[in-house]
């Protein structure tokens, strides 16, 4: 990319060769979202002023963030923000990167939480706060703790509190999965826990393995050591008849549903699929 005259559009199809080129999964869509970030734009006005030239102040810009992605470092962490359910979170990499599949768990919860209440409420593993800040920005009567092992994780998740006006609706803490929950109460527990078996974390793609914490990919040998904890641990804080709701691999679903039945303190465990038909969240109900 010289200092030539470039227009959005000659950028922005120069950019999307250069992506496919490199081999980039969504090149055109990287393309449009690195080069609106640059010039403060909306995807729209990529096309409305498809032939505006283009500073070199905007151009360097522009080579600055595809310079990065080039080295497949994510776009979300490029930008600095990811969308989730309702909002647009900040993230860093201090924080594993939002998938629309963990909206189901934000679907599931919801479901429950329309019924009674009001509702205390545990994420665990809650990163950058997106489960607990869309189901807090969702139900007014809804008490929340959201609970992290990194410090550096519950700062970005404060922050997105911050921003949400929502800092008064959700308390986060820091410890071991349902540690700091002893004495909440609550009556759902959810978690997007690390699920990936360690030899299939280090096969990731290097966007993934490179940049976004292995604490919270790796799930240990299986990928079940803390969907194996969490389900031991969460019948002693749930009162009868509550929920407990985990994400997990596409291909655990019966895994996770052998050891809910053979914990035997529950009565229910059913698979639900996300929205690519896969085996996802796992809704099991303590015994009344």
Same mark, same amino acid.
């Given at each position: 990319?010289?200092?030539?005259?470039? !227009?959005?559009?000659?950028?922005?199809?120069?950019? !999307?060769?250069?992506?496919?080129?490199?081999?980039?999964?969504?090149?055109?869509?990287?393309?449009?979202?690195?080069?609106?970030?640059?010039?403060?734009?909306? =995807?729209?006005?990529? +096309?409305?002023?498809?032939?505006?030239?283009?500073?070199?102040?905007?151009?360097?810009?522009?080579?600055?963030?595809?310079? =990065?992605?080039?080295?497949?470092?994510?776009?979300? +962490?490029?930008?600095?923000?990811?969308?989730?359910?309702?909002?647009? $979170?900040?993230?860093?990499?201090?924080?594993?990167?939002?998938?629309?599949?963990?909206?189901?768990?934000?679907?599931?919860?919801?479901? /429950?939480? @329309?019924?009674?209440?009001?509702?205390? /409420?545990?994420?665990?593993?809650?990163?950058?706060? @997106?489960?607990?800040?869309?189901?807090?920005?969702?139900?007014?009567?809804?008490?929340?703790?959201?609970?992290?092992?990194?410090?550096?994780? /519950?700062?970005?998740?404060?922050?997105?509190?911050?921003? $949400?006006?929502?800092?008064?609706?959700?308390?986060?803490?820091?410890?071991?999965?349902?540690?700091?929950?002893?004495?909440?109460?609550?009556?759902?527990?959810?978690?997007?826990?690390?699920?990936?078996?360690?030899?299939?974390?280090?096969?990731?793609?290097?966007?993934?393995?490179?940049?976004?914490?292995? /604490?919270?990919?790796?799930?240990?040998?299986?990928?079940?050591?803390?969907?194996?904890?969490?389900?031991?641990?969460?019948?002693?804080?749930?009162?009868?008849?509550?929920?407990?709701?985990?994400?997990?691999?596409?291909?655990?679903?019966?895994?996770?549903?052998?050891?809910?039945? @053979?914990?035997?303190? +529950?009565?229910? @465990?059913? !698979?639900?699929?996300? +929205?690519? =038909?896969?085996?996802?969240?796992?809704?099991?109900?303590?015994?009344?």
């Amino acid at each position: 990319m010289t200092d030539e005259l470039w !227009t959005i559009r000659r950028v922005l199809q120069w950019t !999307t060769g250069f992506f496919k080129d490199k081999g980039l999964d969504g090149p055109r869509l990287d393309a449009e979202l690195l080069i609106c970030d640059a010039l403060s734009l909306d =995807r729209i006005r990529l +096309y409305t002023d498809h032939d505006r030239p283009l500073s070199s102040e905007e151009l360097s810009g522009i080579r600055e963030r595809v310079r =990065r992605r080039s080295k497949h470092e994510p776009v979300a +962490y490029i930008t600095g923000k990811r969308g989730f359910w309702k909002h647009d $979170l900040k993230v860093d990499r201090r924080v594993l990167i939002p998938r629309p599949d963990t909206e189901r768990l934000v679907e599931l919860a919801l479901s /429950l939480l @329309a019924k009674g209440g009001p509702h205390r /409420l545990v994420d665990v593993g809650t990163g950058s706060g @997106a489960i607990a800040l869309a189901l807090a920005g969702d139900v007014d009567n809804l008490i929340v703790l959201a609970i992290d092992r990194s410090g550096g994780a /519950l700062e970005v998740a404060r922050e997105n509190a911050r921003s $949400l006006g929502l800092e008064n609706r959700v308390t986060f803490a820091e410890g071991d999965l349902l540690g700091p929950a002893r004495d909440f109460g609550p009556t759902i527990i959810v978690s997007n826990p690390p699920y990936i078996s360690t030899s299939e974390v280090d096969a990731l793609m290097p966007d993934v393995l490179d940049f976004e914490p292995r /604490l919270a990919l790796d799930g240990g040998p299986d990928g079940l050591d803390l969907l194996r904890r969490l389900i031991a641990d969460a019948p002693a804080i749930l009162p009868p008849g509550g929920h407990l709701l985990l994400e997990h691999g596409h291909d655990q679903g019966e895994a996770v549903r052998a050891l809910v039945r @053979a914990d035997g303190r +529950y009565e229910e @465990a059913r !698979t639900e699929k996300d +929205y690519g =038909r896969r085996d996802r969240v796992m809704v099991a109900r303590t015994r009344a």
